[in-house]
């Protein structure tokens, strides 16, 4: 009788659900660390006595909030085509020792105030290192292991990890914040530890490989050109001279230009390299251009709907209902558990669905719903019943879940074997790109509609109530951001504001009672606020409609059939 072969070896017929296990706990470690440290920067900015809101420390916000990010975007094409070049799975196992470092030197900081921050920040770049190593692969190494005909199902799980993991992030940091700041950090140790082992010992290179010299110039000019672009986004963010938003910063400008011309440039030269970082040829497959496209406006409309959601409940709905700003960050957290548990319930479901059926039908329709809860969050009001929140959100997760596990097995399928590194790769650079570029859409949008009312709105409040009218003039016309980040992190916004000028110290207790307590901030922007975020969730519904005409456009159910490992062939119907 044939000696079974062991359970780890990648002729096992089970090899499949090992590679499945591993990748979707390396993509839960990846994703979760991605947003956990969003709703922990308040005890990470006190661990360190570092005060994020003074006019200095706002640099050190938004790379602590967009560092991680915006590496693991620009770096997870190259880490997918050296996984074509050396190996899939050798390039995802250093993913995660890289990773598991960074999370120790993270938890170890030695420092406080600026070179604290610093601190952290360099070793999140290190930490996103080694999250794009994770997420440039993952999918290829299931592409591999599974049949065609199981491929949904498989990534439907793993993209279903990749998107949850982001809200599961925001629970899982306020839960540890309470306890300890570096426990934030600590946490992922002892799973990269364990997923350093297992994937060492259990994941083998059982895909194609696409040797060939690694293509400096366009690595160089790809990683220049949307680093470029995403940093003059994010301090897009910030303001400039009289202006509430830096878009008028010729700095930001100019690297927003600068770096779209780095990236046309690197079209010129990938399309003349022999062996180029990236095929860009494969964009000629109308299935897999359409798929990327689409993937790249949900995940902006997404990563939008993340940020407003968690502004929403800690600056305004959750003070109103009783819960001290301080402990908003982690029910927050909490109460966009919907979202998550959509998510869980139509991922994997879509995703084996699309096995059959393909994937036009579930990914357009879930774009098509996704945009429809951005209408409906506009219709309630921004102090709403939960149970109507709680039941949008989920829709919301249902949509996303529909669209994101088919819409990667579309990608997956429609390229040939030895281009699926890079092709999970160029996925994951625009699932990253999204993410970080609806930080500064969004945040930008819903600060230009605050403008226009906030102003006035804070002057007439602050002066009803005790401050000096020449105080109360020039706190209101302060740039929106900072309120905007002091709700985001879970401060009290009014208390930020007036404690510097010192007029806290001449007022009746009841005025300063008033004014810092629960319900003046959330009652005082609600309008205001529900003005910016009509800006901000129709932009998102628009790019969720746009995105559902993409996707319906990919064509029919197409798979992608090598007749020569030298080329890349392709149906009629599936070219541009």
Known sequence: MARRPALFTHDHPHYKWVALSNTTLGMLMATI???IVIISLPAIFKGIKLNPLEPGNVSYLLWMLMGYMLVTAVLVVTFGRLGDMYGRVKIYNLGF?????????????????GAGAMWLIAWRFVQGVGGAMLFANSTAILTDAFP??????????NQVAAIAGSFIGLIVGGLLAVIDWRAVFFVSVPVGIIGTIWSYKSLHEVGSRNPGKLDWPGNVLFAAGLAAMLTGITYGIQPYGDSATGWANPWVFGSIIGGAALLVVFVFVELHTKS???????????????????GLLASVGRGGLQFMLIIWLQGIWLPLHGFSYADTPLWAGIYMLPITIGFLFAGPLSGTLSDRFGARFFATAGLVLVAATFVLLLVIPVNFDYGWFAVITFLSGIGSGMFGAPNRTAIMNSVPARER?????????????????????????????????LPATLTKGLAAHGVPQAIAHQIGQLPPVGSVFAAFLGYNPIQSLLEPTGVLKHMSNADIATLTGKEFFPQLISQPFHDGLTVVFIAAAIMSIIGAIASFSRGKKYMHMEDSIETVKVSSESRV
């Open 276 to 294: 180029p970082m990236f095929n860009m040829r494969l964009f000629k497959i109308r299935a897999f251009a359409m798929a990327n496209l689409a």
């Open 97 to 113: 020792v890289v990773f598991t470092v960074g999370s120790i030197a993270l938890a170890l900081d030695p420092m406080q105030a």
């Open 421 to 453: 590194g890079s092709a999970s790769g160029m996925a994951g650079t625009v699932q990253n790109a999204g993410t970080s570029l609806s930080i500064g859409i969004f945040f930008s949008l819903l600060i230009a509609g605050l403008s226009t009312s």
């Open 33 to 35: 660390n991605a947003s």
């Open 148 to 157: 065609s005909n199981r491929r949904g199902m498989a990534l439907g799980i």
